[in-house]
């Protein structure tokens, strides 16, 4: 279904000021759900970010069309009982394509197990696409359930999937 040609790899360092920018994107589409604003230099939050890039148990994948970056995915936990898909990214152009699906399989079919992803109720195109993931990934046999944002009493709570996968994808 993926009209424009997609690669999913894992980050090196090299991809770092890449990340970095995709992240800006990432936060300001996500400050619609979540709230917040940037820090008085224009960035936002980036613990999440150094830990995908730079932290034990965690890998960061890019996407990329041609030399056109076009999203991520941070994946925590992988030697826990459950991965988590802890960020997930695709740009504003590449969207609508079959991208998100696309790249989205391949991440997890590389980690297979246990997965948790978490997305906000009030993004209605995250809610859709990640109930057809689920769906796609484990037919009926996935749940969903809504906890409560650690350390933001202010924030509605998160809507977290969760679901095995037992394919497994060679890297490409």
Request: hydrophobic share 45%; proline share 9%.
């Amino acid at each position: 279904m993926t009209s424009i040609p997609v690669t999913v790899r894992p980050m090196t360092a090299a991809d770092h000021p890449v990340a970095e920018r995709l992240w800006l994107m990432f936060r300001h589409d996500m400050a619609d759900f979540q709230g917040g604003l940037p820090s008085p230099d224009g960035t936002y939050h980036s613990d999440r970010l150094r830990a995908a890039l730079k932290g034990d148990d965690w890998i960061a994948y890019l996407f990329t069309s041609g030399d056109s970056p076009v999203g991520f995915a941070f994946v925590r936990a992988l030697s826990g009982p459950e991965r988590v898909l802890n960020s997930f990214f695709i740009v504003r152009g590449a969207r609508r394509s079959g991208i998100g699906l696309t790249v989205v399989r391949e991440v997890i079919a590389r980690h297979p197990g246990r997965w948790r992803i978490a997305f906000q109720d009030a993004n209605t195109a995250g809610v859709a696409f990640w109930r057809r993931v689920a769906t796609e990934l484990a037919g009926d046999a996935w749940t969903e359930e809504r906890l409560p944002v650690p350390h933001r009493p202010d924030a509605p709570p998160d809507v977290w999937i969760s679901f095995t996968s037992a394919a497994s994808a060679p890297p490409r």
